[in-house]
């Protein structure tokens, strides 16, 4: 990158502002690890400020590991260690802070059910006194018959595990085998498609409209040898966009004639707290859909419950292979579950947060609307929102202290990705609303 090109991407020409923006583009994958770094007077010149404030900006990238400096060999950005997350997780949670974080994608803790009261109810009923048996059913009863009466089709089987990714991987492991080709939505969730990189499986595209994955699409896909197809039902992640039923039927009849060799798995992420109705495929190919619903947005991420429902030789096969690893998800998490489903204040909870998250989304909407940006406010607590230049969008939010997640790693393929950037509503206040439409259109704008 010249001295001019790295210029132009600088909104605050102090140290720390020239830092941020080098340490951005470290974590967003612009300037990879052996990068030559301009030298202290070219970018001085370019910016327009003295040498001194750029060498600051260069000792505070090189305490924080960033970059190093080799004398006359020039300053190089840093191998970054391998961390704990996988590329696109990491490309979400990196970042610098700002004084609205509008980027983590979490539910507000504050339109969550209130945990003490169930976990209280559930320690006076004692469930954990009782060691029980490693062969027990993996699934309380009374939480399988709470799941089935709400489940979007009749499944053979349910069972629950720690969470929706953990879900996925589990069915991926037994309908799919490795280099298989997995039809996945485009754009969709990035730490997916590191699943799918990390299970040597191939990803194939679906594009999506406003009422969900292009028939179109899903036909090339499946035509190209997918052997699963990967959906988000409702809420998508990060589009908002709910499959309508129209368009559920669209794809199960691309889908029918191949039925018997082709894997649906859906990913209800969202839950209780999408305001759309559950479209799923389930209705209309019932022996070749696997359904996963989450709890960890509408009750809490760390009850990392989701649930599985499907046919049997899926379900068995997944339940078979946990009893070689953690066996079952915690049955005590499982009765505060049970709790929450079932006490009216819970319930009452997770509806005002469904409809709270709704009047967020729309309130942006609008407010991008006075600004001459078209976003549908769409569902969940997500909105996708288009830019004409990512690096300069991200750089003038993070301005404007706003951070919202980047919309390459959503992208199947990040090189031909377009410029969108991904807003959560989780952290969203309506006195923030105007301030963030604004900046939010600045930094779509060319």
């Known amino acids: 990158m010249s001295p001019q090109e790295l210029a132009e991407l600088v909104a605050d020409r102090s140290p720390r502002g020239i830092a941020a923006t080098i340490a951005r583009l470290v974590h967003t994958g612009d300037l990879l690890p052996g990068d030559r770094l301009p030298t202290v007077r070219q970018l001085a010149g370019a910016l327009g400020v003295s040498p001194a404030t750029v060498g600051s900006a260069w000792q505070t990238l090189a305490s924080a590991g960033l970059v190093v400096s080799r004398g006359r060999a020039g300053t190089s950005v840093l191998p970054g260690s391998a961390g704990r997350l996988p590329p696109r997780y990491r490309a979400l949670a990196d970042g610098p802070s700002a004084r609205l974080d509008l980027a983590a994608g979490a539910p507000d803790p504050g339109l969550l059910p209130d945990l003490a ?56 492991e037994q309908v799919v085998g490795f280099g298989s080709r997995v039809a996945v939505e485009d754009p969709g969730f990035p730490p997916v498609l590191d699943l799918i990189d990390h299970l040597g499986l ?39 966009v709910s499959t309508t039923p129209a368009r559920a039927r669209d794809l199960a009849a691309v889908l029918r004639p191949v039925a018997g060799q082709v894997w649906v798995v859906e990913d209800d ?18 022996d070749r859909v696997v359904h996963v619903r989450s709890y960890s947005t509408s009750h809490g991420p760390d009850l990392r419950i989701a649930a599985v429902g499907g046919p049997a030789d899926v379900l068995d096969r997944l339940v078979a292979r946990r009893m070689l690893g953690p066996g079952w998800t915690s049955r005590l998490l499982q009765h505060v579950l049970v709790d929450l489903l079932t006490d009216s204040r819970s319930v009452e909870a997770v509806a005002r947060a469904r409809d709270d998250y709704a009047g967020r989304r729309r309130a942006l909407s609008v407010a991008l609307a006075r600004h001459g940006l078209d ?11 288009p830019v004409h230049d990512e690096p300069t969008a991200l750089v003038r939010l993070e301005a404007a202290g706003v951070r919202v997640a980047r919309g390459r790693p959503f992208s199947c393929d990040p090189a031909r990705a377009t410029g969108h950037v991904r807003v959560s509503v989780g952290a969203l206040r309506p006195g923030d609303v105007d301030t963030v439409a604004a900046a939010l259109a600045a930094a779509a704008a060319r």
Do not use: C, K
């Not at 595209?205 to 028939?215: E, K, N, S």
């Not at 992420?269 to 019932?286: E, F, I, K, M, Y």
């Open 117 to 172: 009261p169930a976990l209280a109810r559930v320690a006076a009923r004692a469930p954990g006194a009782r060691a029980g048996d490693y062969l027990d059913d993996p699934v309380l009863p009374d939480l399988e018959r709470l799941l089935r009466s709400s489940w979007p089709f009749v499944p053979q089987r349910l069972t629950v595990v720690d969470g929706a990714v953990d879900a996925l991987s589990r069915v991926l």
């Open 202 to 240: 191939e990803p194939v595209p679906v594009a999506l409209d406003d009422q969900g994955p292009r028939p179109d699409a899903l036909a090339d896909a499946v035509g190209s040898g997918a052997r699963v197809v990967l959906l988000q039902p409702r809420a998508q992640n990060p589009t908002g």
């Open 375 to 385: 976003v549908p406010p769409g569902d969940g607590l997500h909105l996708w929102v």
């Open 269 to 286: 992420h969202a839950g209780a707290v999408a305001s759309s109705p559950d479209a799923s495929l389930g209705r209309l190919l019932p």
